[in-house]
């Protein structure tokens, strides 16, 4: 009998707040995250971008009492990653049963500014060292793993750690995602002529390209069912695909994504007609969201309830995956769809149903997407269980 993956612990670390709940507040008023940023280190020309408080992330940080010192990505893994170890008592991360998995699409590409050379040792460039000094930190006796697959990373994480737990070596694996804002990240999108000089807006007649943005996502997954507290969130199916299409621009039939999200629903014993939530990957690009629709609709989920969180937090890269799907369990908990920030008129060729407003509606499961560079796409499904 195949074992069941439950989340018994998240936490979201965002421009909009340092907690989950702090998080879906904000998402529940429609408050977006992104900024216009004048002159800056990000871009020497003005950017939209969301960006985490850089005194509040310090302020936090010193609460921890750690003489350590720790780049501004591991800071954000270490607090995320604390706060969900406080929720829930059965979380022993010292354990060897407890699992590391870390997602990041550039780790600590900061170290490669100017006015951070020196302050650490070259090696805290690499990812697997990242994991080296998270898992130091809590004491956990494992070796973290790292997923790096461009922007489907986090939801990839989160499959990783699903079927690790069904081995049944680990009965805990806690997944923590993040990525940072840097000069390095703005320019590479830049170069592709991929950024909005506003707001994005994602699935709109009106989008002209993304708005990056910084986050850090914690989940704590489970086998053993004793351990969840309140509602039972499992994670009834995911999988992952590559349509090997180009470099950077997606498949223009959404063949992979598509096949990502038929093997997903195949695993989890479940048909288009029983989805009632999907969160979208919706980055605002002219390709991307134009691709997912036709995914979407061949799956025949055209008439579901779906939205894109990108306009609250900006594109958070390896982080993306994970908050998103956080959000999604959220919006299970609560029965409350978010609304898409900046959504007006319908931009994609095919009639899928987003949502523009947010609202009240039952939620029982949520398919979360995800695509990225070089073809990659990825789907998981969360179910609500009494």
């Not at 982080?319 to 799907?325: C, D, F, P, R």
């Not at 908990?333 to 149903?353: A, F």
Request: charged share 20%.
């Amino acid at each position: 009998m195949k074992l069941e993956s439950y989340i018994i612990a998240d936490n979201i670390i965002s421009p909009l707040g340092f907690s989950t709940e702090e998080n879906f507040a904000q998402l529940k008023q429609m408050r977006t995250g992104v900024q216009r940023l004048e002159k800056s280190a990000l871009s020497p020309e003005p950017v939209c971008a969301a960006v985490i408080d850089a005194r509040r992330l310090d302020d936090e940080f010193k609460k921890l009492d750690t003489s350590t010192p720790y780049t501004r990505l591991e800071q954000l893994f270490i607090l995320s990653i604390s706060d969900t170890l406080k929720q829930n008592p059965a979380i022993d991360i010292r354990s060897p049963k407890t699992l590391l998995i870390l997602s990041s699409t550039k780790g600590n590409i900061d170290l490669l500014d100017p006015e951070n050379k020196g302050k650490f040792d070259k090696k805290r460039l690499f990812l697997w060292e990242t994991g080296n000094m998270i898992t130091q930190h809590f004491g956990n006796p494992n070796k973290a793993l790292v997923v790096s697959n461009a922007c489907i990373s986090g939801v990839l994480a989160i499959i990783l750690g699903k079927r690790l737990l069904e081995e049944n070596t680990y009965d805990t694996i806690i997944v923590s995602g993040g990525d940072i804002m840097t000069h390095f990240v703005v320019s590479g999108f830049q170069s592709f002529k991929a950024v909005s000089s506003e707001v994005c807006k994602p699935y709109d007649a009106a989008r002209d390209g993304i708005s990056l943005g910084e986050a850090c996502g914690t989940v704590v997954l489970t086998n053993d069912k004793t351990k969840v507290k309140g509602t039972a969130i499992a994670v009834k199916g995911g999988s992952s695909s590559n349509d090997a299409n180009h470099i950077s621009g997606p498949s223009r039939t959404g063949d992979g994504l598509l096949l990502a999200i038929e093997r997903t629903l195949k695993e989890a014993n479940m048909d288009a007609s029983q989805v009632a939530y999907i969160s979208g990957h919706g980055t605002a690009t002219l390709y991307n969201d134009e691709m997912e629709a036709q995914a979407i609709t061949t799956a025949r989920l055209q008439d579901v309830p779906m939205n894109s969180l990108k306009s609250y937090f900006g594109h958070t890269l390896g982080a993306a995956g994970i908050i998103e799907s956080i959000i999604g369990i959220q919006s299970m908990r609560s029965n409350t769809l978010i609304g898409t920030y900046n959504y007006n008129q319908p931009g994609v060729t095919k009639p899928v149903n987003i949502i523009k407003k947010t609202t009240e509606s039952t939620v029982d499961n949520c398919l979360k997407t995800a695509a990225g560079f070089g073809g990659c796409n990825a789907a998981v499904l969360f179910s609500k269980e009494a």
